[in-house]
């Protein structure tokens, strides 16, 4: 009895003996995964360009602040790329690889981006209302800081989950007990959005304006993020949507998510940052060493310094001369009663002399 030979698994669209976890990036009968293919390699291309375009624009930009602010924008931009990046790990069908690579990555990329949003947030909320902003350092270590708490929760998750060995659990777990897991390893990432949400709103609030347009970018990319997610998470509790659809919702929500990255934050960002300086952005110079509110001294008035004693003065005194800026002492004119003046010589008994008398 001859063996069967192995049966081909072809699809429209794509070459012979392609592995079938690879077929939605070529498969015609499913053209959701070619075209979130195609958008997501445009998003990434696009970003690839804004970051080149970052670089270049370093010694370019005038304003001080702003340039303080390129490290933080550099390392958003990195995360928006592999937002875009890890799209093809929800083309491709789960397996032992891409399972751990979509639970991993997905909260932390999303952690990372609203870490940098937050950042920057904190320091909108002192520029709006005229105080010293922070540094470009610490805007960095913020960002940084606050997306490693969702590095520390996806690593603990990964070991746990896994088993340190057992790399195929993902494609084991039920459906409904696989979306919960999802949900939940993302609720830092849910927290972290919202206190930017909450936290741009405070930029509305200050006396200069120029500041308030970054804060509203900041707001609405926070806004549109936040509808995004409160979909797909709604759609992977729908029982009927299963196993079918939870790769298309998931694809889905980062192509839609990166390009709201792009287009409410970074575009409106480099058109902003290409402007000059503008000085009604600021307080007035070393305003930052000056007090911001005087308390009012109340005691006994000096009247010598007083312009209403002088107008008094004068009425009173009659030929007082006051000094204003003089002690209390005032001189005043005396009616003279003797008269201490000098005679002065007279020049009568020498009228015509010319060695004769006069008349003669």
Same mark, same amino acid.
């Given at each position: 009895?001859?063996?069967?030979?192995? +049966?081909?698994?072809? *699809?429209? @669209?794509?070459?012979?003996? $392609?592995?079938?976890?690879?077929?939605?990036?070529?498969?015609?009968?499913?053209?959701?995964?070619?075209?979130?293919?195609?958008?997501?390699?445009? &998003?990434?291309?696009? %970003?690839? @360009?804004?970051?080149?375009?970052?670089?270049?624009?370093?010694?370019?930009?005038?304003?001080?602040?702003?340039?303080?602010?390129?490290?933080?924008?550099?390392?958003?931009?990195?995360?928006?790329?592999?937002? *875009?990046?890890?799209?093809?790990?929800?083309?491709?069908?789960?397996? #032992?690889?891409?399972?751990?690579?979509?639970?991993?990555?997905?909260? /932390? $990329?999303?952690?990372?981006?609203?870490?940098?949003?937050?950042?920057?947030?904190?320091?909108? +909320?002192?520029? /709006?209302?005229?105080?010293?902003?922070?540094?470009?350092?610490?805007?960095?270590?913020?960002?940084?800081?606050?997306?490693?708490?969702?590095?520390?929760?996806?690593?603990?998750?990964? /070991?746990?989950?896994?088993?340190?060995?057992?790399?195929?659990?993902?494609?084991?777990?039920?459906?409904?007990?696989?979306?919960?897991?999802?949900?939940?390893?993302?609720?830092?990432?849910?927290?972290?959005?919202?206190? +930017?949400?909450?936290?741009?709103? *405070?930029?509305?609030?200050?006396?200069?304006?120029?500041?308030?347009?970054?804060?509203?970018?900041?707001?609405?990319?926070?806004? $549109?993020?936040?509808?995004?997610?409160?979909?797909?998470?709604?759609?992977?509790?729908?029982?009927?949507? &299963?196993?079918?659809?939870?790769?298309?919702?998931?694809?889905?929500?980062?192509?839609?998510?990166?390009?709201?990255? $792009?287009?409410?934050?970074?575009?409106? #960002?480099?058109?902003?940052?290409?402007?000059?300086?503008?000085? %009604?952005?600021?307080?007035?110079?070393?305003?930052?060493?000056?007090? #911001?509110?005087?308390?009012?001294?109340?005691? /006994?008035?000096?009247?010598?310094?007083? #312009?209403?004693?002088?107008?008094? &003065?004068?009425?009173?005194?009659?030929?007082?001369?006051?000094?204003?800026?003089?002690?209390?002492f005032q001189l005043q004119n005396r009616t003279s009663q003797k008269n201490f003046s000098i005679p002065r010589a007279q020049a009568s008994p020498y009228n015509n002399y010319e060695g004769r008398k006069e008349g003669s």
């Amino acid at each position: 009895m001859t063996p069967t030979a192995p +049966t081909k698994t072809t *699809f429209p @669209g794509c070459r012979e003996h $392609l592995d079938p976890r690879y077929h939605r990036l070529c498969d015609m009968s499913e053209v959701w995964g070619i075209v979130l293919e195609a958008v997501a390699a445009l &998003g990434a291309v696009t %970003t690839v @360009g804004f970051l080149l375009a970052l670089v270049i624009l370093i010694c370019k930009v005038q304003d001080s602040n702003k340039r303080k602010l390129l490290p933080t924008q550099f390392l958003f931009l990195l995360g928006v790329l592999g937002v *875009f990046g890890l799209t093809f790990a929800f083309i491709i069908q789960l397996d #032992q690889s891409t399972g751990p690579t979509r639970f991993f990555l997905f909260g /932390v $990329l999303f952690a990372l981006c609203f870490s940098c949003l937050l950042a920057h947030t904190f320091n909108l +909320t002192k520029l /709006v209302r005229g105080r010293k902003p922070l540094s470009m350092l610490v805007m960095l270590a913020l960002a940084v800081g606050f997306s490693l708490v969702q590095d520390i929760i996806a690593v603990e998750y990964m /070991v746990l989950i896994m088993n340190r060995t057992h790399t195929e659990v993902f494609q084991q777990l039920p459906v409904l007990r696989r979306h919960e897991d999802f949900v939940l390893l993302l609720t830092y990432v849910i927290f972290l959005m919202a206190l +930017t949400f909450l936290a741009s709103s *405070f930029t509305f609030c200050g006396s200069f304006t120029g500041w308030k347009k970054h804060g509203i970018h900041i707001f609405l990319t926070t806004l $549109l993020s936040m509808a995004i997610w409160a979909a797909w998470i709604t759609l992977l509790w729908v029982p009927a949507i &299963g196993d079918r659809w939870e790769d298309t919702i998931l694809a889905s929500t980062l192509v839609a998510n990166g390009w709201v990255f $792009l287009l409410a934050y970074v575009i409106p #960002q480099f058109q902003l940052l290409t402007k000059q300086r503008n000085p %009604t952005d600021y307080p007035v110079d070393d305003a930052f060493c000056k007090p #911001q509110l005087m308390k009012q001294s109340y005691g /006994v008035e000096n009247r010598a310094y007083s #312009q209403e004693e002088v107008t008094h &003065g004068l009425e009173d005194l009659g030929d007082t001369l006051y000094a204003p800026y003089s002690t209390h002492f005032q001189l005043q004119n005396r009616t003279s009663q003797k008269n201490f003046s000098i005679p002065r010589a007279q020049a009568s008994p020498y009228n015509n002399y010319e060695g004769r008398k006069e008349g003669s």
